[in-house]
């Protein structure tokens, strides 16, 4: 089961331009328009799985490689956009310094 809610998600994911790789510990999904160089971007990757939430009746869930619940797995396009802003490419407030 987690395999194919991941599986779906990393196409879906890939189709919005980022990198994905399904790997033994998860969903690793890179976005190569963030910059590596400055503290005040986004993070530029994150490996997600997909368990079990308890506190939802055990019902599947996406999580971030933090262990932060990300969306209901059967909610891939909530997925999709909460994926999307965790690796938006961010400007600092200095103007990209």
Same mark, same amino acid.
């Given at each position: ?10 196409? *879906?994911?890939?189709?919005? /331009?980022?990198?994905?790789?399904? =790997? #033994? !510990? %998860? ?25 079990? *939430?308890?506190?939802?009746? /055990?019902?599947?869930?996406?999580? =971030? #490689? !933090? %262990? ?30």
């Amino acid at each position: 089961m987690a395999y194919t809610h991941l599986a779906a998600l990393g196409a *879906r994911l890939g189709a919005r /331009g980022l990198e994905v790789e399904l =790997t #033994v !510990r %998860g969903l690793r999904v890179i976005n190569p328009q963030v910059p590596e160089c400055c503290p005040r971007t986004a993070l530029a990757e994150d490996t997600i799985t997909c368990r079990r *939430r308890p506190d939802d009746h /055990g019902m599947p869930w996406f999580w =971030t #490689v !933090r %262990g932060e619940p990300i969306a209901p797995a059967d909610r891939g396009g909530d997925a999709v956009v909460a994926t999307l802003g965790n690796l938006a490419h961010r400007h600092s407030p200095e103007g990209g310094r």
